[in-house]
């Protein structure tokens, strides 16, 4: 039972992909997010050097969020369509998370 309730929110998190029309560029964004936020650099101590390469993290996010909505502003949508998709494909990342926690307990 697991595994299809699994399936079956991959296929709905593709099918929302679709919906909307999903650009390449907002593809490698979002991916790039969220293997960079995947939690991987939680682990890390709280040294200098891991504190360091943190911030770095952070600032690397920074860079494809901005590239993502320059992505989004050359798209010809309104400023307030922009900001609607911006939040919509934010949102479907925290369905991936849980998909990936799902798969994970499986």
Avoid: W
Wanted: charged share 20%; net charge neutral; glycine share 4%.
């Amino acid at each position: 039972e697991g595994m299809v309730e699994i399936f079956d929110m991959l296929l709905a998190t593709a099918a929302r992909f679709r919906m909307m029309n999903l650009q390449g560029e907002e593809f490698v964004c979002l991916k790039s997010i969220i293997l960079l936020n995947s939690g991987v650099y939680t682990f890390l101590s709280s040294t200098l050097k891991s504190l360091e390469e943190r911030d770095y993290i952070h600032r690397v996010l920074d860079k494809i969020t901005d590239t993502l909505i320059h992505s989004m502003a050359k798209s010809g949508l309104s400023l307030q369509q922009q900001h609607r998709r911006l939040a919509q494909l934010l949102l479907i990342l925290s369905h991936i998370r849980h998909m990936s926690n799902k798969g994970m307990e499986h």
